[in-house]
């Protein structure tokens, strides 16, 4: 037994219990008490701060040996070598003279072939290839339900280079750390998949508590979720909890008994920020990435608007949408738009968005955000039938307007993530404003998000069911055909388009079903 | 379904899959990029003669770090004196690299404390932090008994901590 105190600790605890804890071997009871203990006790995060400052270290010590320097040293050795099963099969299978004389010809014969087939003459291939990788939901048959894969796509053409079958309930699709993340459910075990970019399962998480949200950085998953609200689905106290991905040893985790539910959450710079719905309103509150421990908090002081597009993050401010708490309650609702300081939960800037008309509100959704600015979609719904968008960009430093573009579409507001910002470009989806045709005018726009100048539009063939994803040489979308009934599915498929000119580069058609992300490796 | 463990699999693949995780073992192991090359090499080697059986293992990185781990305390038991040559002065340690005085110091710092370790604190500290073996497959790899192997690598990530604050505080 190790008997090791931590050094400051003022209940003494012992580095065996905590480096038990971090491993995940302590029972759920003995854990909880360890995880009180940690969120009061500075020695305690200390300990573990530096603990995985030196898994960090040794990670970064990393040789320079390539895999072509050993590929070129093992290939000639094969060469010469026969694989032990074949040369047993020879001589098990002949008599000593004949096995003799056998094993000379097959000897050349294994040398010819395994020189021609098995052993490659030009170096191992090496993965340059960039992939999209798309979460896919299936329709099933009751009571199986809805089946799941992750697949993977070659960029350059949008050839299926993978299909990998995950589990029934699969939520979302994360990447980070050159890794892809699906947090699922088997039976009772919540737990996290890990991919390798060739879709290969390199390794699985498994977490106490349903987390519905996932972020991958810095060799950590981070995990947030779990509430008491059951039209959420979910069950287990609100936590945030850190896994290292390459053990599976957690590194921290904070719970927030008396929360009702944790919404929307974002990495920003070194601390996970995101809103914690207490019994008595709203906080916006930040934690340490690397020790768990509470940065700040704020209290907004309205109604947090919890759908998609509420929350967004440049390097330094933390965006979010409030309803306007006086028209909350009838149904001219207006909405805030406020920017908080990410290193101290300050807040900079609140605008508000007066309802118009009679009847309705506005509905303000966060698309992405930059230094200069967030960029935001605002729909004014004037009358129960009628609205109008506009495209906008407000200042990070001031919240003022930098630019107003009305659109007579409605912009689509991601239902994971942000739309992306590349070359000082931002690029959008619309579709038609009329409910009855929902396909009829969708279009991938190209926006300069200095000026607001619409730079290029294309008009799409079908319903765009993905945020666009920006790769190294376009934008791929996902898009469905919606059923026209009877039993007749979703017809779907992934497109990609020049980010130039917003020309088609390729189109793969899937087999039936629907998308639920499209993402690519950073 | 599509499986790193499928029958069909070949050596190439195979190769490629894991070769930067075992040569990447061998050189925490040994500090000495010319012996993990060496000993990275030996182990694919026996792999590709063992390969139709391999193939078959439900986890053939077991195996094949089991190998490695027993190349590695053969040669440097054999060699009799620390290992540990000059590290290359290549792009990642070259000083126009960014932070390039804390990042070579750090690596040379790693190096060092990796040396004063015992062969088996290292394979143990590196599976378990870098590689994420289980305890379980760590045992498996370096013959211990399975209770006994958490208590040892908690006890080699102890060490590190020590020598590395130590070396630390040497060089400050």
Not at chain 1, 118 to 136: D, G, I, K, M, R
Request: overall charge neutral; some cysteine.
């Amino acid at each position: 037994m190790n008997s090791t105190i931590i050094p400051g600790c003022p209940e003494d605890m012992s580095v065996d219990t905590l480096t038990r804890w971090r491993d995940g071997l302590l029972a759920a009871s003995q854990a909880q008490s360890v995880e009180r203990h940690i969120s009061t006790c500075r020695a305690c995060r200390a300990y573990l701060e530096q603990y995985q400052q030196d898994v960090q270290r040794l990670r970064r010590f990393e040789t320079t040996v390539t895999q072509q320097d050993v590929w070129n040293r093992v290939q000639p050795r094969m060469r010469r070598t026969v694989p032990a099963q074949r040369m047993r099969a020879i001589i098990a299978g002949t008599s000593a003279f004949l096995a003799a004389a056998i094993m000379v010809a097959l000897f050349a014969t294994v040398l010819h072939n395994s020189g021609k087939k098995n052993v490659a003459s030009t170096p191992p291939p090496v993965v340059t290839t960039l992939h999209l990788y798309a979460l896919v939901q299936r329709a099933g048959s009751f009571p199986s339900g809805p089946t799941y894969s992750l697949n993977g796509y070659d960029s350059t053409n949008g050839h299926n280079a993978f299909t990998h079958p995950l589990p029934s309930a699969t939520f979302t699709l994360v990447t980070g750390n050159h890794m892809l993340g699906v947090p699922s459910i088997q039976g009772a075990n919540p737990f996290l998949l890990l991919f390798d970019a060739n879709g290969h399962q390199t390794k699985q998480i498994s977490v106490g508590t349903s987390y519905p949200d996932v972020v991958l950085s810095n060799g950590t998953a981070f995990f947030v979720g779990g509430n008491t609200d059951i039209a959420h689905m979910n069950s287990g106290a609100p936590a945030f909890a850190a896994y290292d991905a390459t053990t599976s040893a957690r590194i921290w985790q904070h719970n927030l008994p008396n929360a009702r539910t944790i919404d929307n959450f974002l990495l920003v710079g070194h601390d996970l920020i995101g809103n914690v719905e207490m019994p008595d309103g709203p906080v916006l509150t930040a934690f340490d990435s690397t020790t768990g421990a509470q940065a700040w908090q704020a209290t907004p002081g309205a109604f947090t608007d919890l759908g998609s597009g509420s929350i967004g993050a440049s390097v330094d401010t933390v965006f979010i949408v409030q309803y306007n708490p006086s028209t909350k309650t009838t149904l001219k609702s207006g909405e805030y738009l406020s920017a908080y300081d990410a290193a101290t939960g300050t807040m900079r800037w609140r605008k508000t968005f007066a309802p118009q008309g009679t009847t309705a509100g506005v509905q303000l959704q966060i698309l992405a955000a930059d230094q200069n600015a967030v960029y935001c979609t605002v729909i004014n719904s004037t009358t129960s039938t009628n609205s109008t968008a506009q495209l906008a960009a407000f200042a990070t430093n001031d919240g003022h307007a930098v630019w107003s573009v009305p659109e007579t579409d409605v912009i689509n507001a991601p239902t994971n993530g942000f739309v992306p910002i590349a070359n000082g470009t931002l690029f959008v989806t619309s579709s038609a404003a009329s409910k009855n045709s929902p396909s009829a005018s969708s279009s991938l726009l190209a926006v300069n998000v200095q000026t607001g100048a619409i730079l290029w539009q294309s008009p799409l063939t079908a319903t765009p069911v993905t945020a666009p994803l920006f790769f190294n040489t376009g934008i791929a979308l996902g898009m469905q055909t919606n059923s026209t009934g009877g039993g007749i599915p979703n017809q779907v498929s992934i497109m990609a388009f020049r980010t130039t000119d917003g020309s088609t580069l390729w189109k793969t058609p899937m087999t039936s079903g629907s998308f639920m992300q499209l993402v690519t490796l950073p | 379904m599509m499986v790193a463990q499928a029958p069909t699999e070949n050596f190439e693949a195979f190769f490629q899959r894991h070769e930067p995780r075992i040569t990447g073992y061998l050189w925490r192991m040994t500090c000495n990029e010319q012996l993990a090359l060496d000993l990275s090499q030996e182990t694919f080697v026996r792999a590709w003669q063992h390969f139709a059986t391999i193939q078959t293992y439900p986890q053939p990185a077991a195996w094949l770090f089991r190998v490695a781990t027993n190349l590695a305390l053969h040669e440097i038991r054999r060699r009799a004196s620390p290992v540990g040559a000059a590290m290359l002065f290549d792009d990642a340690n070259d000083p126009a690299y960014s932070d390039p005085g804390r990042r070579f110091a750090e690596r040379d710092l790693v190096r060092q404390t990796l040396l004063e370790l015992s062969l088996k604190q290292r394979a143990l500290l590196v599976l378990r932090e870098v590689y994420g073996l289980s305890f379980e497959e760590i045992a498996a790899t370096l013959d211990l008994a399975p209770d006994a192997t958490r208590m040892a690598v908690s006890r080699a990530r102890q060490q590190f901590r020590q020598v590395y604050l130590r070396k630390e505080q040497d060089h400050a």
